[in-house]
């Protein structure tokens, strides 16, 4: 692979990383669940959830109130070839299940969370990264 071509593997594989997040914190969970293949997992909270029809479902469970801010540190992105990588990377993650009145902010309290993540990603024919496989463990919780 030329060093053009892993420059490109990388940063489209960091887009994709980055929008996920940016579309679960935007609670759109039809583009959340379309960044898995289908046969993509996602290690979720002690589940496993398998392609995406189960991410959407999974998904729909959560508070409709929720406002959640999932921040991105220390991405590494490895390609392994044009259509393969794997990436790993923190997320530090802020929640508030409300309730608050409309439009007003959530309230920033502490961190939920910081954890480390491992991801598998492959290129479609399509030309669209997807996730194949997706893992997180915990570093650091609110007692």
Known sequence: MSPTDRLQVIIECQQHIHAFYGALDAGDFELVSAAFAEEGVWHRQGAV????????SALADRPAQRVSAHLVNNLVVIPVS????????????FRDDGPRADGAPADLGNAYVISWN?????KGADGAWRFMEKRSSQRFRQP
């Open 49 to 56: 959830l398998q392609g995406p029809a189960a991410v959407r």
């Open 82 to 93: 044009a259509t393969e990588a794997s990436a790993g990377y923190l997320t530090l993650v």
């Open 118 to 122: 491992d991801d598998r990603l492959q």
